[in-house]
């Protein structure tokens, strides 16, 4: 739960900023959204099968300049 508690001199805006910017962090939206509908175990290994191989794939795409390039060198100059 997100408490934000007001001090002298703050503005309404600024609360409402510290406000949002603790409830993003706490990835409250994301949990509500994920405990919406029930999903079964089978379904849940598989999509946590799915993130993995995209992750896996991201993290390969990063990493495309240490291979060799047009030189044969393995970075880039």
Known sequence: MVFVSRKKG??????????????MEENIVDELRKKQ???KPSLKKRDDEKERIKMR??????????????RGLTRPK
């Open 37 to 39: 509908f029930y999903k």
């Open 10 to 23: 703050e503005t309404k805006d600024a609360i409402f900023r510290k406000f949002s910017k603790m409830f």
């Open 57 to 70: 794939i991201r993290r390969r795409k990063g990493y495309s300049y240490l291979r060799s390039n047009t």
